[in-house]
């Protein structure tokens, strides 16, 4: 292993161990603004949730802030979440790449239950009301060599009925990239306690860390553990990404699996399915299937569109789907590009066309 490296391993090796040394030490509690752990993404949710470790492109927001770093064009994200009796999330997303290795977000969410009827204690009907969650915040991340850290701040507001409480939470996340395996850690929505009737809560957070292993080009395989604030269990999850190319490596459809263990009771097994299909060039749409026993299922629809220019230092054909790696042997934009190699950044650019860009490489081969 190289000296440099040494730090980003014992970096990566101490957040492990305070996860768990945390997770092992949290107790059992009541929490406040749940709604922040829903998760927003369709492709998180077909893997089992387990991306903790793989990063998700700019819902890297919500699961892990150091993902962000992985983020090379600027990047929106958009999801829509159904679940029973009209309740329902909506999120969005902007990231933007700063420099070689930085990258900023800021996102939010809504969520709504939907109208529920308000009884009085004999039964009584005494009209309806709703319960709703708004969240919105900052995103930082910053990578160095094989290591990323990241950190969000965020305000949180929830209300019923007549009544609604305001606070603050943060998420800090690392991530390790050692080739083929990535190891990942999070602490995600820890705050200060909310107060909206008579009694103070903490909101949820949740300690989580994970793998992901590729051992293929097109194959992920991934799994995450993981501890909620306010409960005395751990929860597990696994899931698998086979992705097939398209005509070009940026066109793609992924086929996704994914389980999650230790499921409540009449909830379901834990199942989780899903695809995906990265179109035009741009665009990448994401579906998740949830089967969740006695209470039917759950579906999330996901869009990212990412534009603009590649992150200084980054140029090529993508290795993997969804990722966009350096050419073997371009350190940091050292080296200077080739007329082709130009014109082929000037089309991902949108600075000029197909035409000009067939031209260009003609009369580079002549």
Known sequence: MKPSCRPAVWLCACGFALSFCAAA??????????????????????????????????????????????????????????????????????????????????????????????????????????YTGMSGGLSLAYKAGGFAAGVTGKMVRISMASRSADGLAGDIGALYNAGM?????????????????????????TLNAGAALRPAKYL???????????????????GGELSIPGETNEDYICLRGGWRFNQEANT???????????????????YAYSPMGEFGSSQRISLRLDFGALRPGTHG??????????????????????????????????????????????QNYQ
Request: proline share 4%.
């Open 181 to 205: 395996l990535t190891l990942g850690a999070s602490f995600r929505n820890y705050g200060g306690g909310m107060k909206l009737y008579t009694e103070t809560a903490a909101q949820p957070g």
């Open 268 to 286: 379901g097994s834990g199942l989780n399915l899903g695809v995906g299909v990265k179109f035009a060039r741009n665009f990448t749409l994401d």
């Open 25 to 130: 030490r949290a107790g059992a509690g009541t929490a406040a603004a749940e709604f922040l752990e829903v998760d927003p993404s369709a492709r998180s949710v077909s893997l089992g949730g387990a991306v903790t470790a793989d990063g998700d492109g700019a819902f890297s927001f919500f699961h892990n802030p150091a993902g962000l770093a992985q983020v090379n064009r600027q990047e929106i994200a958009l999801s829509h979440v159904s679940w029973l009796e009209g309740i329902a999330s909506e999120y969005a997303v902007y990231a933007l790449p700063l420099g070689e290795n930085a990258a900023a977000a800021v996102g939010g969410s809504y969520f709504s239950s939907g109208d529920m009827d308000e009884l009085d204690i004999a039964g009584n009907a005494l009209g309806s009301y709703s």
């Open 317 to 362: 054909e993508p290795e993997k789907p969804g990722k966009r790696l350096p050419v073997p042997g371009y350190k940091g934009g050292n080296r200077k590009l080739t007329v082709v190699e130009q014109a082929v950044e000037d089309y991902r650019a949108g600075k000029i066309g197909m035409d000009e860009l067939r031209e260009k490489m003609r």
């Open 220 to 238: 992920l395989l991934a799994a995450e553990a993981g501890r909620p604030r306010d409960s005395n269990e751990n929860s597990y999850s696994a």
